[in-house]
């Protein structure tokens, strides 16, 4: 086995094998490992602090769930959420949207918000149910909070969302709720 170096990354040439075998020292591999953990927490970390969006004199923390798989995901499998803690469900297009709790043991309530940023319905969803809570009407959003949240914080039907404290510029739309 011929082998050469090209800084730290070994390249061994298998003449049993007639092929080049990528082999990293030690040190190199304890980095990209490091790197690689670290960047997963971070991952991780963003995730769960969510964007914050302010509704009425209320901050919330909201997961954001954009593309198909993390709208199917959703909430599943959670087992807590934190007070002002939510999910945020952009959807591709204008249309009635359906939500249910299967596999979601926490109990939910749902706020239906139209493209002009008006909440057009609000349903509590029990947990770990296929009953199904389908829009009003046409919806681009939907804003997943702890069962109740809305009707404590006295957020109604009506209230209309007008920006985001932050949030990414992809939405390239402002919510608010005032």
């Known amino acids: 086995m011929t082998a050469f170096f090209l800084n730290t990354i070994i390249y061994m040439f298998d003449s049993r094998m007639e092929r080049f075998v990528l082999c990293m020292r030690p040190s190199l591999y304890f ?32 997961e954001l769930a954009m593309t198909n798989a993390s709208r199917a995901q959703g909430l599943m499998h959670r087992r807590q959420l934190c007070a002002n803690c939510g999910m945020l469900f952009v959807f591709p297009s204008e249309d ?71 949030g990414p510029p992809e939405l390239g739309r402002q919510i608010h709720a005032q």
């Open 31 to 62: 980095a990209v490992c490091l790197a690689g953990f670290l960047l997963s927490i971070t991952t991780a970390r963003a995730a769960v602090e969510g964007y914050k969006l302010s509704i009425g004199t209320h901050v919330i923390s909201a």
């Open 96 to 166: 009635k949207w359906s939500f249910w709790s299967k596999n979601t043991p926490l109990a939910l309530s749902v706020a239906f918000i139209d493209k002009s940023g008006g909440i057009i319905g609000i349903s509590d969803m029990e947990p770990d149910s296929l009953d199904i809570h389908t829009s009003p009407g046409n919806v681009v959003y939907a804003l997943e909070m702890p069962r109740g949240w809305f009707s404590k914080n006295n957020i109604r039907v009506g209230n209309s969302f007008s920006g985001w404290v932050n």
